[in-house]
């Protein structure tokens, strides 16, 4: 296999879906910000690892009927590398490696009144090499969105975040 070479975003951004290579791609990002009103988990089931539902004062998988679950990260947020920004999205194993932290130790320690735990905002300015690939919401919207499919290289916390470049001013009509 072909060693992946390591994208810009700006460049990622302006790759139409039915060419994103279907090994992803690499690219090196800092965490901008998370995305508010999102969860940042929710209940797997343990038969097929898809999203269960509440019912009751449990949840259900009507995929497969089962009852059984266990909580599992989605994590949402923001990344940038200078040069574009893009919503990333990362699920059980990858959100552990990056929170640093298991599912089930934060949901101990959660407090309904806070909007992220203090470990999960904690990840914002934090750098990483992450492989990536286009999610299926990408194909139906004109907002590109990208799974998280492995950690590369973690580079820890940054002093800043990556400013994309001021957009180039408008061309001023010029007066006769």
């Given amino acids: 296999m072909p060693q992946q070479e390591i994208s810009y975003l700006a460049d990622l951004q302006r790759?139409?879906?039915y060419d994103f290579p279907?090994?992803?791609?690499?690219?090196?990002?800092?965490?901008?910000?998370?995305?508010?009103?999102?969860?940042w988990w929710f209940?797997?089931?343990?038969?097929?690892g898809k999203a269960c539902t509440a019912e009751g004062n449990t949840f259900r998988c009507y995929q497969c009927d089962c009852s059984n679950y266990k909580y599992k990260y989605k994590l949402s947020f923001i990344a940038t590398d200078g040069t574009a920004?893009?919503?990333?999205?990362?699920?059980?194993?990858?959100?552990?490696?990056?929170v640093g932290r298991s599912v089930d130790s934060m949901m101990r320690t959660v407090r309904r009144d806070e909007d992220f735990p203090l470990d999960i905002?904690?990840?914002?300015?934090?750098?990483?090499?992450?492989?990536?690939?286009?999610?299926?919401?990408?194909?139906?919207t004109r907002i590109k969105k990208y799974m998280v499919t492995s950690i590369i290289t973690s580079y820890g916390r940054q002093r800043a975040i990556p400013h994309l470049p001021a957009p180039a001013p408008a061309a001023q009509p010029s007066e006769h």
């Fill in 121 to 140: 905002a904690g990840i914002v300015s934090h750098k990483f090499t992450f492989a990536i690939n286009m999610t299926s919401q990408s194909f139906y």
């Fill in 43 to 48: 209940p797997s089931c343990t038969r097929c």
């Fill in 85 to 98: 920004e893009a919503e990333m999205i990362c699920f059980g194993p990858v959100a552990q490696r990056i």
């Fill in 15 to 17: 790759i139409d879906p």
């Fill in 22 to 39: 279907t090994n992803g791609c690499l690219c090196t990002v800092t965490i901008a910000r998370l995305i508010a009103d999102v969860p």
